[in-house]
Structure formats: C-alpha cells, structure tokens
C-alpha cells in the first residue's frame, strides 16, 4: 500500500499538534507541524491586527505550501507509512485570511490578491488521503490556550475564536476535496481511553485502509 497523506484541521487549541503526535506513535506516520513559531510577525499581529494581517498570512501561506511540498516529496521516498500535516494551505485562507478580511484588517485589495495567490499554489498541490478535523467548544479552547502558556496567545479574544469556529465550520460544510473524520476533543479522550482509542483506530483505518 503506498504511503498514506493525512490532514489534521481545528482552532486554535483543538488538539491538532496532541493528534499529529499521536498518528505519528500510533501508524508510525511521518509529522509536519504548523511552523507557528518560525513566523516573525506574529506576535506584532496579535498586537495589531490590521497593521500585520496581510503580512502574516502572506508568510504562512508560503511557508505552508513549501511545506506541503516537502511532504509530497517525501510521500514518493518515505519509509514511514505515511505522512501527516498539522494545519493546512486550505484552513490558512479559508478560515484565518477570511476572518481578516471579513474583519476588515486585509482590505478588498490585498484579498483579491492574496485569493489569487492561494488559488495558483492550491492547484499545484496533492490532495490528502484523509482530513481529520477536530471540534471543540471555546470554552474548552480558551482553557487550553491559557494551560499551554504562550505568550501571543494569551490576549486573543474570545471573539477571535468563536468567528474562526463559525469559519471552520462553514468551510469544512463545503469541503469535498477528501475523505474526511471528524472528532470532537472535548468528548474524545484517545490517549487514556482504551474504546476512544481502538474507536479512532477503527475509523481512521476504515477511512484509509488498513496501515
């Protein structure tokens, strides 16, 4: 069986890095993680929104398609059985660039061309044998954000967080480019739940063949 592309999609908070983790223990599937911390503006956009909005995304946008590319290349060459991706190109302009501009901190200028830019990296891109994407109240978001302790985090606003779930939301209604899972992490304990897990096992496996 050739190697497996996974996508794990959710809010801030929802447990993406936690899964990716896990996928990578549990099916032996090679990680790729946001690069969150390598972006030089984000702690100034989470400051000033307007002012670095365009910016940051612009710099994730480009550093997820490069990314997206190393791991179809290694797709072809990996003795893992498969890869998996923390976040996707799809979630950074679907839900993270259009709340910005919804916002009204990328105005219809920088959009048009920010659109124009995703949809040409988009079509040179691999679609994912399965996208996982998790639920999670914001509540429960909120409380983890504040448990895992970075600093650029800690002013985003509850507002912030119920826009980007309404997007997921709206986005992932709409999504038709994969197989898809859903898994709610307030109510879904993989880790130390025997049935959650052998319940998540079964449904990934169901969804992508048998590793």
Same mark, same amino acid.
């Given at each position: 069986m050739p190697a497996r592309y996974v996508v794990v999609a959710g809010n801030?908070?929802? %447990? /993406?890095?936690?899964?990716? /983790? !896990?996928?990578? /223990?549990? *099916? %032996? *599937?090679?990680? *790729?993680? #946001?690069? =969150?911390?390598?972006n030089p503006y984000l702690a100034d956009f989470y400051g000033d929104m307007r002012r670095w909005a365009f910016s940051s995304q612009l710099f994730f946008l480009t550093r997820r398609f490069r990314m997206q590319r190393e791991l179809e290349r290694a797709l072809g060459v990996t003795s893992a059985r498969g890869v998996v991706l923390d976040r996707s190109l799809y979630e950074d302009a679907e839900v993270f660039a +259009?709340?910005? =501009?919804? +916002? %009204?901190?990328?105005?219809?200028?920088? !959009?048009?061309? $920010?659109?124009?830019? $995703? #949809? %040409?990296?988009?079509? #040179?891109?691999?679609?994912?044998?399965?996208?996982? $994407?998790?639920?999670c109240p914001v509540r429960v978001l909120r409380k983890r954000i504040r448990a895992r302790g970075r600093g650029y985090e800690q002013a985003i606003p509850n507002s912030y967080l119920k826009s980007l779930d309404r997007l997921y939301e709206q986005w992932f209604a709409g999504y038709t480019a994969s197989p898809t899972l859903v898994v709610d992490t307030s109510e879904v304990d993989y880790v130390e739940d025997l049935f959650h897990r052998k319940a998540l096992i079964e449904a990934i496996e169901g969804a992508i063949g048998r590793p």
């Open positions: 801030i908070g929802a %447990g /993406k890095s936690s899964l990716v /983790k !896990w996928l990578d /223990k549990t *099916f %032996g *599937f090679a990680p *790729f993680y #946001e690069p =969150h911390e390598d +259009a709340y910005l =501009h919804e +916002a %009204g901190h990328i105005d219809t200028r920088d !959009w048009r061309t $920010y659109r124009d830019l $995703y #949809e %040409g990296l988009r079509a #040179e891109l691999t679609t994912p044998d399965l996208l996982v $994407y998790l639920r």
